[in-house]
Nanobody
């Protein structure tokens, strides 16, 4: 079964940084594009970033462009999201997802205070 475990969230002040990780299992990680999503309180889940199998294609939501960096280590079945210059608007639960599988992990909470 597909399993996704997000980690690395926490509480930071505006302008701080966090590095999220998503450890994947149960599918051929290197054969799938991976995505990060987030869900703010009382909001719908929205796209954050996407990375193709070997990084040929990388896309970011406009709201995070220039501040977030998506990366992956296929040897470790792990997806990362480096988040810099965090803003209160970035607060939410962050999830990773593999293209082709309608499966989500438990998410990791990111809270950015003013």
């Amino acid at each position: 079964q597909v399993q996704l475990v997000e980690s690395g969230g926490g509480l930071v002040h505006s302008g701080g940084s966090l590095r999220l990780a998503c450890v994947a299992a149960g599918f051929p990680f290197s054969e799938h594009a991976m995505r990060w999503y987030r869900q703010a309180p009382e909001k719908e889940r929205t796209f954050v970033a996407r990375m193709s199998m070997y990084g040929e294609i990388i896309d970011y939501a406009d709201s995070v462009k220039g501040r977030f960096t998506i990366s992956r280590d296929n040897a470790k079945n792990t997806l990362y999201l480096q988040m810099n210059n965090l803003k209160p608007e970035d607060t939410g639960v962050y999830y990773c997802k593999a293209d082709g599988y309608p499966v989500w992990g438990q998410g990791t909470q990111v809270t950015v205070s003013s």
